[in-house]
Nanobody, 124 residues
Framework: VQLQASGGGLAQTGGSLRLSCAASGFTFDDYHIGWFRQAPGKEREGVAF????????YYAYAAGGRFTISRDNAKHTVYLQMNSLKPEDTAIYYC??????????????????WGQGTEVTVSS
């Protein structure tokens, strides 16, 4: 099982980044997917979630209408488009997959596999 996150980097306030998470080694479309982030000294928090079909999404308040999660089941890849970035978006971003019921997608302990994280730094 592998989840390879990429796309992080340095952005300016107001800028954009697109994160990707490529999956292999399991049946990708059996799983809901979440993007979480962890800033230095803070707990991991969920940002955006998408169900196994790609038909349902949920965003945490932190996403603030600025982030869009999507998935391509044919490519076994999930994306997080982040626009209007703010310094408080600075964190390591992780993708995770879960077979838990949709109502539990915001709970990180319910996730089965995690990617290694990709670092996002937003300068002011």
């Amino acid at each position: 099982v592998q989840l390879q996150a990429s796309g992080g980097g340095l952005a300016q306030t107001g800028g954009s980044l697109r994160l990707s998470c490529a999956a292999s080694g399991f049946t990708f479309d059996d799983y809901h997917i979440g993007w979480f982030r962890q800033a230095p000294g803070k707990e991991r928090e969920g940002v955006a979630f998408i169900d196994d079909t790609g038909g349902t999404t949920y965003y945490a308040y932190a996403a603030g209408g600025r982030f869009t999660i999507s998935r391509d089941n044919a490519k076994h890849t999930v994306y997080l488009q982040m626009n209007s970035l703010k310094p408080e978006d600075t964190a390591i971003y992780y993708c995770g997959v879960t077979k838990a019921r949709w109502r539990y997608v915001r709970i990180s302990s319910r996730y089965d596999y995690w990617g290694q994280g990709t670092e996002v730094t937003v300068s002011s």
